[in-house]
């Protein structure tokens, strides 16, 4: 039961989020709304003990509050919120939590509050630290970690909260109706992908997706996952286990999990293959034979249509094999 509630509690934080910093509310200019529902899910997410949502949510609440902060209380609830967010395991909202950090302690030391200056050094000073990291990262591998909105928009957001200037919000620029959560990069720009399709209305950056993938495998009591479009691809049963490794393994549990129950035909599962040597229709039975054997479930998949090219292939939707798709994987 306690796992249960966990798992709903997520799910409602996650719609609170989505409603808050969705198209109609940005373009609306309704940071009424938003702030009330970013409040409602910051308190929500305190329940939670995942590595995203309970920090995400009060990094996005105290962007938002940063547009109207005037008096000492305001950046002191500002800092309270970053504070919390900055001990995310995740760097990339470590970071960003960080940034603003910062500025409130300058907003603070430009209203006369005094003693900050050792407390922003040291802020500087982890930035400096995290940066190094994040290009570490950058530098060996496919996952960036991008901001989480345009760069341009986020260096002027960045220099009106350091200073006195009052922030009227350019209407749409910075805003990707496309993407609610995160910036629409083809190279960082990840879908979660489950039973029935797509699991939710967000693009991650591939970080933050690896997380989010954890936990649903983990809430869940998964069979398995695949990860689709970087340096760490492979479809897995657990983590002891060496994982399957080969593209078009992976394109084709893809493919028949995003066909639902209709299934997708087996003349498709041979395009895969495309025009490399041997028979593309022979590999993409072995394939889907492999996959079988990998798992060792005996019906995890099955037919929907008989006879010849009109045969099509679909997943059980008991089977919780769920997935971390890049955008461009996806078509």
Sequence with gaps: MKLMGLVMSAAEVKE???????????????EGFAEETLRQAVTLSSTLTDHVWPFITAYRLAHLLFRKAKLQSDFEEILKLVEWAEGSSSKYISIHSKFLKFSALNRLRMLGILGLSERQKVCLDQIITEIGHLQRVSNSTDYFNKPVQGDFF???????????????????????????????????????????GPLDEFTYNAEIGKLELERFVSEHSAMGWFILGGDQDGIFKDTSTKPEKLPQKIRLLLKIINSGPSGVRASELADLWGGSEGDPESSARKARQDIVNYFGIRDLFFKTSQGGAGTSWAIDRNIKIYGLVNIKELG
């Design 154 to 196: 986020n260096i002027l957001e960045y220099l009106i909260y350091n200073s006195e200037g009052d922030f009227e919000y350019p209407e749409g620029i910075g805003y990707d109706e496309n993407n609610i959560l995160f910036p629409r990069r083809t190279n960082d720009a990840w879908r979660l992908i489950g039973p029935a």
């Design 16 to 30: 609170l989020f989505y409603n808050a910093t969705n198209a109609k509310i940005v373009y609306g200019h309704d």
